[in-house]
């Protein structure tokens, strides 16, 4: 059990920070919004969970521990060094030396350098549309981490229901305090890379 809640926690760090970015942004999210992000980040997850743990009749459990092991440190090293990029490309656009012209740019560049690029028409307000796309274009985290700890003793509907709750938790949490994360004007990301380096070793 110990296991599926720490991995929850882990996988919705990222969803609590774009939360909190929205909520800078006065662009709000709601309910059944909320609920779609948690719920396919949740789905996607479980899914990928259960694919690798099939993999285990074909692999031997040593290999698949080395394989497990590998892939979660990787993901959180790619996470920190995407960290490090939002950070820098922020700071040089900041500083005024780099213009930033997104526009045309497919939605998954865009939101790689601004979470709250998922509000597409504007509107300040998330539709359950702009969800759904926020939420499979952040996915790949999800997939990753979850065909990686599929390896291990992680049972995918505990896993599903304890990131859905997490996530919808996240939300709501980045909604309370998005002013105070914004004005911080960091790029936190970084903290979910090392959870998922820390979970690496506790599988």
């Known amino acids: 059990m110990q296991k599926e809640i720490f991995l929850a926690?882990?996988?919705?760090?990222d969803t609590y920070l774009a939360a909190a970015a929205y909520c800078g942004n006065n662009i709000r999210i709601p309910l059944l919004s909320a609920a779609m992000i948690s719920f396919i980040c949740a789905a996607v997850l479980g899914v990928c969970i259960v694919l690798s743990g099939l993999l285990e009749s074909f692999i031997r459990p040593d290999i698949c521990h080395i394989i497990g092991l590998t892939a979660l440190i990787l993901i959180g090293c790619i996470t920190i060094a995407k960290s490090l990029v939002r950070s820098l490309v922020?700071?040089?656009?900041?500083?005024?030396?780099?213009?930033?012209?997104?526009?045309?740019s497919p939605l998954i560049i865009k939101l790689y350098l601004d979470?709250?690029?998922?509000?597409?028409?504007?509107?300040?307000?998330?539709?359950?549309?702009?969800?759904?796309l926020f939420a499979f274009a952040g996915s790949f985290d999800?997939?990753?981490?979850?065909?990686?700890?599929?390896f291990g003793e992680i049972r995918p509907a505990a896993a599903f229901m304890f990131t859905f709750a997490t996530g919808l938790s996240a939300i709501f949490l980045g909604a309370l305090t998005g002013k105070k994360i914004s004005s911080l004007?960091?790029?936190?990301?970084?903290?979910?890379?090392?959870l998922l380096i820390i979970f690496a070793f506790i599988i």
Request: charged fraction near 20%.
């Open 9 to 13: 926690i882990t996988v919705s760090v």
């Open 90 to 104: 922020k700071y040089i656009s900041d500083s005024g030396e780099l213009s930033l012209k997104m526009r045309g």
């Open 115 to 132: 979470d709250t690029a998922a509000d597409i028409d504007n509107s300040k307000i998330l539709s359950a549309g702009e969800a759904a």
């Open 142 to 150: 999800s997939a990753a981490v979850g065909f990686s700890s599929g």
């Open 185 to 194: 004007h960091r790029d936190l990301s970084w903290a979910g890379g090392i």
